[in-house]
C-alpha cells in the first residue's frame, strides 16, 4: 500500500516571548491509503499540533524546526501559505477543527458557505454542490431542507456534524478529525462513527483521528500512534498494540479507562504530568511518571525501534523486552 | 456504606420543572392575563428518587434530557413547578431564608467546568475559606489544611497560595471539590466533574470521589453523560430521557440487565477499548424529540424499535420489577410482569418496601 | 413578533421620544432671560411697539398656553416665523440647512471612509512599532478640541501659508448665488477646504479605533482559522474578517451623523460657515424662539431616527439580531 501521508522526525518548536516550547519532537508516522490513523495522547501531547502542522495552520509563533512531511512523495513542510491553499487544503486534506461547533461562520448561510468552499478548489456548478451537500447532510443525519439555513440556528451537535459533512464535500484523501466527537452523547458518536466508517468503505478515504479517547481509537483505526509530551511512545497496529503493549505508557492509559464490561476494577493512576520540553530533551519523555523507569531512562530521548523486529510495530522504551516481567513484578494497573 | 434504615437524606416525589416559553417579563405577564396556554417546555417531568446516607447516585442522560436542570432544582436554583423535595424529612421548597441557608451549607455543587468554577482572584486559602467564613465556621486554617489533604493535594502548604491560573485543569478541579467539603456537607451535588479532564486524571479524580465519598459518609448525585464513569462510582444509577427518568436500578444489575430499549441503546453505542470486541453499531435514528410541546405518552416513542400502540395512549408509570429495586418505565415490562408486587401508581412513586 | 409589527411599534417610540425632546427642550430654553423683544429693546424701541410686538407674537402668554399653541401649529405644519427676519421659519432655516449639510455630511462620511481603512491596516498588521505610530498619533489628534484644531489649521494654512481664506462659505461676492453655481465655483471650494479637513482630522480616530478593536478581535475568532484551513484565498478570507468587523463601525456611522448636523456649531463659528448651527446660535443670542425651537424640533428628530435607522441596519446586516433580540433554537 503506498504511503500517502509520511511524517518524519518532525520537530516543532513554539516561542513565547518568555521561553520556547518544544510542542513535538521527532515524530514519524504515515497514513496510507484507505487508513485510519489514531493520533493518541492528553491535552498538551502535540497531537493537534501535528494536525495543524501538516496544514501549514500553525500560529505565526509555530514552526517545524526539523523534520519532513510528504504527500504523495511531495515534501510539503515548506510550503508557501499560497501552495498550501492551492494544492493541498480540503480538495486534499481536510479538517474537522477541535470544538467544531465554533468553527463555522455564523453570519453565513450553509449553502452559501460549502459553495464558497467548492467554488475555491473545484469547478463544479452551484447546482452539483448543493446536491453533495444534501447528501452529505443527510448521511450525518441532517435534515436536508435545512442546507440554507445558519449555522446559529443549528444546535451545538448539529453544527458538529455539519462541520464533518463539510469535512466531505470535496471527497478529500485524508481526513484530519481533531477530537470530532468529543462534545457529543455517545448516541451521537456511534451515530457518527457509524457514518465515518461507511464513508471509508465507500471513498476510500483515509483519516488521521486525533483523541485522547483510547476507546474510540480501538474500534475505529488501523493503526495508532500514542504521543506523550510530543514524543511517540509507540506506534503500530491497534490490534498488535493492543495484544502486547510495549510502552509503560500504553498499559498505564489503557488500565486508566473505565470499561463498563468491568465496572468494578480498579483504574490505573499515572502520576505526576507530561512534561513540557523546552529546548530539547534529553531524557524519555515519560521517565519521571513511569513506575518502571531505571537510571537509563534519564539519559536520553529513546528512538522508536521495531518490537520484536514487528514492522508494524513500534517502541520508544528502551525496557520494552522486559517489560511483561516488570508489571507482574508491580502492583500498579488495576489489582487493588 | 449506606445506611438502609436512617431517613434518606434526600426524597424527590413527582418533581416537574417547567419553562414557559415567553421572552420577556412583559411576554408572560401578557401570556398569564390574556389566558393563553403557552406551549411549556418540561424539562422535568414527575420525578422522584430516594437517595440514602452515604449513598452515591448517578443520573445519565444525553445532553439536554434536563439532568442539569434538575440538579439545579435540587439546589434550589429553580423552584420546582410541581412536586416536593424532602431534605432529611423536610420539605425545602416551605423553607425560610435562615432555612435556606442552613440548607445551603449541606447541601454542595460541584460544576463541570474547572477552569471557569474558581475565581481566579482568589488563592487556593481564600476560596476555600470563603464559604466557611459565610456559614460563621472556626478554625477555618485547619479545616482548609485537612481538606486539601482529603483531595490528594498534599502537602497542602504547596497549594495554599496558588492562584487558580497556576493549577492544572485536575488540581483546579480538586480545589472545587475541596471547597464542596470544607462545609462537611451531607450532599454533594457533582455535574459532570470530570469531563472535561484529560482520561488519566479523570481516573485518579474518579477513584478519590469514590474514597471520599466512602470515608465520610457524604451522599453524592452525580449526573453525566458517560455510563462509564458513572457506573465506576455510582451505586445506584437513574437513566434520564427528555426529562423523565425511564430506568433506576442499582449500577451492576443495569449494567448487566438494562431492561429500557433506551438504556439497551446507550450502552450499546459505547466504544469498548478493545479491537477484537465485535459491537454492533446502535440503530437508533435521529435525535431526541423537542422537548417543547411534547405530545403525551412515552417520550421515547419516536425512536423506539420495541414501539407498541399501547406506548401512545399512557404516559408511563415506574414500576417495580424485582428484589433489587430495579424500576423501569416502560410498557414493555408493565404488561409482563403478574406477581403482586408490582407497585404502580400515577405518580411514579418509589414502590419499594 | 413580526418585523412589520416592531418597527410599527418603533416608530410609534419614535414619535413619543421626539415629542419629549422637543417638550424638554422648549422649556428649557425659556429659562433663558427675555425674548426678541428685549433684545429690540435693547436697541432702544418705545414701550407701547414692544408690548404690541409681544401680544402680536403671543409673548405674553402663560407660558404653557405658548406651548400648547407651539404644539398646535407644529401639528399642523405651522413652523412659525422668524421673530428677527420677520419670514418664515423655513424660509430662515431652509439654506443653513443645506450649507451645513454639504460640509458635514461628506466630512464624515470622508472621515469614516479612511478611518476604518487605517484601523483596517492597524488591525491586520500588528506590530509593536506600527501600533505606537499608527493609534498614539491618530488619539493624540482626535483628542484636540474641533475648535482648536480648526484655529490650528487657519492658522497654519491660512495665515503661515496663505493657501486658503480664514472663514466664509464665499467670498462675499458670491453670497445669494443658487447652488449650482456655487457648487462649481472655484471659491467655494477653497472656503470648503479648511473646515471640511478639520471635521475629518477631528472624526478620524473615532472609526479608526473602533475598526483596529474589532479586527483584533475578529482575527482571534475559530471561524476565521476555518475559514483559513479550508483553503479559502486571503482576499475571501479577509472578506468574512471585514463582514463582522465592519458593524461596529456601521453602526457608528449614523450616529456620528445624526449627532454631528446639529453639532458642527463650534466648526460653523470658527469658520463662520453660514450653517444651521451658526444660525441656531445666532438665533439663541437674538433668543428668536420660533427658529430656536425649530432647529431643536430638527436636531431632535434626526438624532433619534439616526438612532433608530440603526438598529433596522443592524438586524439587516447581522441575521442573529433578530427584530425582537429574541435567540433562534
Redesign the interface.
Known sequence: MSNLLEVEDLTIQYKTRDASVQAVTDATFSVEENQFVGLIGESGSGKTTIGEAILGLMDDNGEIASGKVRYKGEEIQDYSEEEFQSKLRWSEISLIPQASMNSLDPIDPLDQQAIELAKTHTDWSKQKILTRLQELFEIVGLPADRITDYPFQFSGGMQQRAVIAFSLLLDPEIIIADEPTTALDVIMQDQIFKYINQIKDENDTSMILITHDISVVFENCDTMVLLHSGHIAERGNIKEIYRDPRHPYSILLEESFPDIRSPDKSLAIIDGKPPVIQEGVDMCTFAERCPWANDDCFDELPNLEPVAGDENHYTSCIRAEELDALVEGSDVAGDD | MIEMTAEPVLRLEGVDKDFSQANSILGSIKNRVLGRDVEQLHAVDDVSLTLRRGEVQGIIGESGCGKTTLLKTIAGLHEPSKGDIIYRGENITEYTTKEWKEYRKNVQIIFQDPFNSLDPKYPVKEALAEPLKIHDVDDIEDRVVNVLKDVKLDPPERYLDRYPDELSGGEKQRVAIARALVLDPDLILADEPVSMLDVSTQAAILEDLNDITTQQDVSMLYISHDLSTVSYICDRVNVMYLGRIVESSETRDLLDEPLHPYTQELMAAIPVPDPFAERERTQIQGNPANPIGLPGGCRFKDRCVERMDICDTTPNDIETNDQTEHQVACHLHYDHTATDDVAVSANGGDGHE | MSDLKYILKRSALTVLLIFFAITVLFFIFRLLPGDYVSVLAMDGADPETIESLRAKWGLDEPLYIQYITYIENVLQGDLGMSHRYRQPVLQVTGRAIVNSFILVAPAITTAFILGSGFGTLLGTNRSEKGELWGIVPLTFIGTFPIFFMGILLIIVFSFWLNLFPTGGMAAVTQQGLPYSELLTSAGFWIHYFLPFLTIVVNMLYLPALTMRTSIVEVLG???I??????????R?QMR?VM??ASLPVITQYPVSLSRAIGGMVVVEMVFNWPGIGYLLLQSVYQRDFPVVQFVFLLIAVWVILGNFVVDILYSSV???VTV?G?E??
Open positions: 475568532q475559530d471561524f482559522d476555518y475559514h483559513r484551513a479550508k483553503g479559502l484565498k486571503r475571501a468574512h463582514k463582522h447581522d441575521p442573529r425582537e429574541q433562534s433554537n
